[in-house]
């Protein structure tokens, strides 16, 4: 029987995510933050950037979320690398607006959640 356990998503900034990133890989389980830049209702993927890096999500699946340019979401999900052009798309399985929220505060609770996580020896949301 496969193990069908939902890994959970590791907390990671859109700067932390790189072809040699230890995150860049395919079906790893991440959440993301950032302004969505932009959305395709056609093809239900929008692209959120934060600090200068971006990443295209997934949003077929979500379903009672409103996407509005310019506002900033957080998104669950696995991540899927494209084999023709290396390119990586995260295939969301829940999503929110997180207007308001202090983006350089949460880069840094991002940076010390993974440091306590080392120190305490679990591994699995720290890489």
Do not use: C, W
């Amino acid at each position: 029987m496969a193990n069908s356990q939902m890994e959970p998503g590791a907390p990671i900034t859109l700067q932390e995510l790189y072809p040699s990133s230890p995150f860049y890989k395919e079906a790893v389980s991440l959440r993301v933050t950032g302004m969505l830049r932009g959305y395709s209702v056609e093809t239900a993927i929008g692209v959120i950037e934060d600090g200068g890096k971006s990443l295209r999500i997934n949003t077929q699946n979500l379903r009672d979320v409103s996407f509005r340019v310019g506002s900033i979401y957080q998104f669950i999900g696995e991540l899927h690398i494209e084999q023709s052009n290396n390119e990586a798309i995260l295939q969301a399985r829940t999503g929110r607006n997180v207007d308001g929220i202090d983006m350089n505060l949460y880069r840094k609770t991002v940076e010390l959640l993974r440091q306590f996580l080392k120190e305490e020896g679990n591994s699995n949301m720290v890489e």
